[in-house]
C-alpha cells in the first residue's frame, strides 16, 4: 500500500501535452467543466443526451432516469437495444467491417487476428450454436475460460441472445466456481478443455466437472468445451459439447434480441466485508453508455490506436475495457492469453513494441513487479525496446504509489504520455474518478477528480460532507447510468450495503476511505473501509478466508488481516488458533503448507495467505470480540503501542509477534 503520508504532501505535478489537449475529446480543463456544468444545470438532459449519442437504440428511450424506487433506480426504461448490435453490428456498417477489431497473442507468442466482420460471425455462430441449445433471453450462462476470442465471443454471444452471463475468474477453485453456478441459477457453463499460462498447461474443465462433483449444479443442461490445448479431459455424454461442433453448422448471422435498457447484461461476482461473495448486476444500456463512453473520455481512443488492456475477462476491468468498451467504439485491441514474465519480464514491453501499441492499461502490481524485474536484469528494462508508439498510460485496480507512477511516467511513456489512474469498482461499472488525458493536470497518486456527471464526495459516518484536507467516506450523491442494479438473489443486501439509512439511503457509498486536496479538491483513495482486502488489485473478503480456514478439521479459530506489501500492495496475513496444542517449528511450517493450499482449493490460488501464524488463542476484549486493530500491528512487524487493557489476554500478543 502507498504511504498514505508521503501520497498527501505529493505536490509535483504534470501538465498534458498541448500537442495531445488540443486533439483530446475533452480538451481542457474548461471543456471538462462545461461538461461538469451541464450535467448541474440539467442531470437527465445531460445522461439523455449521451446516450443518444453514444448508443444505438432499436426503440428510443422516452424517459432518462426513473428514481421512483430508489436505490433500485432505471435508466433509459422504455428504450430497447442490443448490446452485442452496439459493439459489432454498427461497426460493420459504419465503415469497421474490414479494420482489425482484435489482435489475440497467444501464451507462445502465436498471433491471431479478427476484423469486425469476422468477429461478428464468430459470435453470431456461436449465438446461434446457443439458441439451438434452449438458451433463451434471461437464462444465466457461467463463464469460466481462458483469455481468448472465445471468451469475448461468449460474453458477446450471451448478449446477442439476451442471455445473462456471469463470468467466473479461471483462478477461482471448483467450491468456488460451484457456488456461483448455483446462486445464478445457470442453465450452461462455458469452459475451455485447459488454459496455457507462463509455458503451463492449467486444468478449467476438470474443475467444471470438479464443481459439479461437489452437487447442486442440477440446473445445468450443457457445458460447452472450447478446445485449447487438446489435453486429456473427462465427459460426460449428453451434458458435455465441443464449441467447434456445436458452432460448424450454425450461420454466420443471428438477429440479436432486443432487450429493455434495465434487461441484465451480466451478473460479476465480487467479495464484500461479509458472507458469501456478491452477485453484482449490470443493466444493457447504461452500463454499455458508460463503457463506451469513458474509452472517449478517458482513454481519448481515436480510430488508429491500438488499445491493450491487461486485464483478464473474468474481472470488471475486462468486461468494460477488453469485451464491451473498445468494441463499442469501434477500436483495435490487445487481448492476451499469458502472463507479464514469461518467457521474460519483458513481455509487455516487446509486446507494446511488436504490435504498435498507443494505449495501455496495467494495474500498479504489474508495474512495480517489472520495476523489480527491470532492475535486476537490464535486458528487461523498458530501455531496450521501441515504445515510441505509446500515447497514453493508465492505471487501475490499487492506490499506485508516486515511486511506481514515476517509474512509469519516465521509462515507459517518456514523459510524454499522460497516466489516468483511474478509480472505479465492480459496482460501478466504469471509471468514476480520473485525469482526462488532454485536460487534467495530473498529480502521481491521485486519481484527481470525478468524471463529468458523477457526483462524488467526501463525508462523514452521518452523510455530512467534509471540507477538503479532511479524510472520510467515499460516496456518490447521484445515482449514475452505469451502476449496480442489485445485487443477485438478494435487494436487501444491495440497499444495506450501498445504500445504508444511516447516509439517507439514496446515497452510493463506495466503501472506500478518500481525501480531497485542500488547494486543488483532487481526490486520492485511502483505502478500504470495511474488511476487504486488495491484493495485485484483487478484491478479496477476510471474512472468506476465515471461512475456508475454519472449515478445515484442523483448525479452531481464525483472524486474517491484510498486510501493506511493496509489490501486492496487500497481502493476506492469517492468525490461527489449532483444535490442537500450538504447533512450532517443523510441525508448525508443515500445517500452514497444508492450510495454504486448503484455501486455495476452497476459493482459489489468490486468496492463499502470505503468511500463517499459530498461536494458543487469539487477542480478544473481555466480552470476546477479536482484536484485528492489533493484529493488523502485528502483521506489519510494528510493536504495540495502544492501550491493551481492555483485552483479556494481552500474553498472547507476544506469541503472535512472528511470523513461522
Ligand atoms: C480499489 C476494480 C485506488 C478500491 C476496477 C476499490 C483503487 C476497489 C483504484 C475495487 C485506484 C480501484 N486507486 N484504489 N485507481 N481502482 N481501486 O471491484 O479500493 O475489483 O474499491 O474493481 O479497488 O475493486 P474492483
Known amino acids: 500500500m502507498a504511504d498514505m503520508e508521503a501520497l498527501k504532501q505529493e505536490s509535483r505535478i504534470f501538465n498534458p501535452s498541448a500537442e495531445l489537449a488540443s486533439q483530446a475529446a475533452i480538451s481542457g480543463m474548461d471543456a471538462y467543466r462545461a461538461l461538469c456544468d451541464e450535467a448541474e444545470r440539467d442531470y437527465e438532459g445531460f445522461w439523455g443526451r449521451l446516450a443518444r449519442e453514444n448508443l444505438s437504440w432499436q426503440q428510443p428511450f422516452t424517459q432518462v432516469l426513473d428514481e421512483s424506487d430508489a436505490p433500485f433506480y432505471k435508466w433509459f426504461g422504455d428504450g430497447k437495444l442490443n448490446v452485442s448490435y452496439n459493439c459489432l453490428d454498427r461497426n460493420l456498417e459504419n465503415g469497421n467491417a474490414d479494420k482489425t477489431a482484435v489482435i489475440f497473442e497467444a501464451d507462445g507468442g502465436e498471433v ?17 450454436g446457443l439458441k439451438s441449445l434452449g438458451i ?28 445473462t452471463h456471469s463470468v467466473v475468474f479461471g483462478g477461482f477453485s471448483a467450491k468456488s466456481l460451484q457456488e456461483r453456478i448455483i446462486d445464478a441459477g445457470a442453465v450452461a457453463v462455458i469452459t475451455a478443455d485447459e488454459q496455457v499460462r507462463g509455458g503451463k498447461q492449467l486444468p478449467l474443465k476438470a474443475i467444471v466437472d470438479d464443481a ?27 451434458r458435455d459439447l465441443w464449441m467447434h461442433e456445436l458452432v460448424a453448422q450454425q450461420q454466420d448471422s443471428c438477429e440479436p434480441e432486443w432487450v429493455e435498457s434495465e434487461h441484465p447484461l451480466f451478473i460479476l461476482y465480487t467479495s464484500g466485508s461479509t458472507g458469501t461473495p456478491k452477485g453484482v ?80 492499461y496495467t494495474a500498479p502490481t504489474a508495474i512495480r513487479s517489472l520495476i523489480k524485474a527491470a532492475d535486476a536484469d537490464p535486458a528487461v528494462h523498458p530501455d531496450r525496446y521501441d515504445l515510441s508508439s505509446l500515447r497514453l498510460l493508465g492505471s487501475v485496480g490499487e492506490p499506485i504509489n508516486p515511486e511506481a507512477w514515476m517509474w512509469y511516467y519516465k521509462n515507459v511513456g517518456h514523459e510524454k504520455c499522460p497516466i489516468v489512474d483511474t478509480f472505479w469498482q465492480t459496482e460501478t461499472g466504469g471509471h468514476m474518478i480520473t485525469p482526462l488525458p488532454g485536460a487534467t493536470p495530473m498529480v502521481p497518486g491521485s486519481c484527481t477528480l470525478p468524471l463529468p456527471g458523477i457526483m462524488a464526495a467526501i463525508v462523514d459516518e452521518t452523510g455530512q460532507d467534509l471540507p ?24 436487501a443486501r444491495f440497499r444495506k450495503s ?46 472468506e478466508i476465515e471461512s475456508a480456514l475454519v472449515a478445515h478439521p484442523l483448525v479452531a479459530e481464525a483472524a486474517v488481516v491484510g498486510k501493506p506489501d511493496e509489490t501486492t ?25 497444508e492450510l495454504r493450499d486448503w484455501v486455495g482449493k476452497e476459493i482459489g490460488p489468490i486468496a492463499k495467505p502470505k503468511e500463517l501464524r499459530f498461536g494458543d488463542n487469539l487477542p480478544k476484549t473481555r466480552s470476546g470480540k477479536i482484536m484485528r486493530r492489533l ?25 503472535l509477534k512472528h511470523a513461522i
Open 112 to 128: 491471431t487476428r479478427l476484423t469486425y466482420r469476422e468477429l461478428h460471425g464468430r459470435v453470431c455462430q456461436f449465438a446461434n
Open 136 to 163: 433463451r433471453k434471461g437464462d444465466r450462462v457461467v463463464i469460466y475460460m481462458p483469455m481468448s476470442i472465445e471468451g469475448v465471443v461468449a460474453m458477446q454471444a450471451c448478449a446477442r441472445i439476451g442471455a
Open 212 to 238: 459439479f462433483a461437489l452437487g447442486g449444479c442440477e440446473a445445468v443442461r450443457n457445458v460447452v468445451v472450447y478446445q485449447r490445448t487438446k489435453g486429456k479431459i473427462g465427459w460426460t455424454e449428453g
Open 281 to 360: 448486476q449490470h443493466s444493457s444500456a447504461g452500463y454499455l453508455l458508460w463503457a463506451a463512453l469513458t474509452m472517449k473520455w478517458t482513454f481519448d481512443i481515436k480510430p488508429q490506436d491500438v488499445f491493450w488492456c491487461t486485464a483478464d475477462i473474468g474481472w470488471v476491468t475486462g468486461h468494460s475495457y477488453i469485451t464491451y468498451g473498445p468494441l463499442a467504439v469501434g477500436a483495435t485491441e490487445i487481448i492476451f492469453e499469458g502472463v507479464p514474465t514469461f518467457p521474460n519480464a519483458g513481455r509487455f514491453w516487446d509486446m507494446i513494441a511488436r504490435h504498435k501499441v498507443s494505449i495501455f
Open 468 to 491: 477538503n484536507g479532511q479524510g472520510g467516506i467515499l460516496v456518490v450523491k447521484r445515482p449514475w447510468p452505469s451502476m449496480i442494479r442489485t445485487i443477485w438473489n438478494d435487494p
Open 498 to 543: 450501498y445504500f445504508p439509512e444511516e447516509l439517507g439511503g439514496k446515497t452510493y457509498l463506495a466503501g472506500d476511505g478518500a481525501i480531497r486536496n485542500k488547494d486543488n479538491g483532487y481526490f486520492t483513495i485511502t483505502g478500504r473501509i470495511d474488511d476487504v482486502l486488495n491484493v495485485s488489485g484483487h478484491r478479496m473478503g477476510t471474512m
Open 569 to 593: 500492495g496487500e497481502s493476506i496475513c492469517a492468525f490461527v488458533v489449532l483444535k490442537r496444542p500450538r504447533p512450532v517449528g517443523d510441525e508448525a511450517k508443515q500445517i500452514a503448507k
Open 631 to 655: 493484529l493488523r500491528v502485528l502483521a506489519k512487524g510494528e510493536e504495540i503501542t495502544q492501550d491493551v487493557s481492555t483485552l483479556e489476554n494481552p500474553a498472547i500478543l507476544d506469541q
